[in-house]
């Protein structure tokens, strides 16, 4: 059964977007490539602002069910997100993040485009601190966020040195944050030690 016109314009999109960014890639070469006549792609998308969105949408889902199973692949912890970045970034068309791209592309934050990077980072940073918080670490939600900050910085530099480097040094500094979570509250400054001479 040929894939309909819909789905084709969102494969072609998709990849042309990551491959070369969003404002590069124009409608007529998305006609081209995908076989879409222009009346179908103007029946189905009233503009390229609506593809971009779909797109984006479309790859947040699978997204974020691959970073799932990989997690689960690594042993389920919250470290394995790095793990799973490594894996990534070690992949020949890897391109960095399509939705940090997106945001560099539409900086304006009331895009709709924008918008929807905006709730991917969310979402990414929520099931982080659902890993966090199965790991009785304290405080999840302020360490999802400074996971997220190091899964971010190690796409962005895995994408400037081309190596899978960035995902191991993160995952050793977010190492030490969890063990620092991990350790027991401090005394109260107020509690006084037992003097060794008393019984």
């Known amino acids: 059964m040929p894939v ?8 072609t999109a998709e ?25 179908s792609f103007y029946r189905h998308f009233p503009a390229k602002d609506d593809l971009v969105v779909a797109v984006l949408e479309a790859r947040d889902v699978r997204w974020r069910s691959w970073l799932v199973e990989r997690v689960a692949a690594h042993g389920g912890g919250p470290l394995a997100v790095f793990d799973a970045l490594a894996e990534r970034f070690a992949t020949a068309d890897f391109r960095g993040c399509a939705f940090i791209n997106t945001m560099v592309e539409s900086a304006d934050p009331q895009s709709a485009a924008h918008a929807v990077a905006a709730r991917h ?38 994408l400037r040195e081309r190596t899978s480097d960035a995902a191991h040094q993160a995952r050793d500094v977010a190492e030490a944050l969890l063990a620092a979570a991990r350790r027991e509250p401090a005394q109260p400054s107020d509690a006084r030690p037992s003097s060794p001479t008393e019984p």
């Open 121 to 158: 980072k969310a979402a990414v940073r929520a099931y982080v601190r659902e890993l966090l918080t199965a790991d009785n670490v304290a405080e999840p939600d302020a360490l999802a966020g400074r996971f997220l900050l190091l899964m971010d910085g190690a796409i962005v530099t895995a």
């Open 15 to 39: 990849d042309l977007f990551y491959a070369d960014g969003i404002r590069a890639v124009g409608v007529e070469r998305i006609l081209s490539e995908s076989g879409v006549g222009r009346a």
């Open 4 to 11: 309909q016109a819909r789905e084709r314009l969102l494969r």
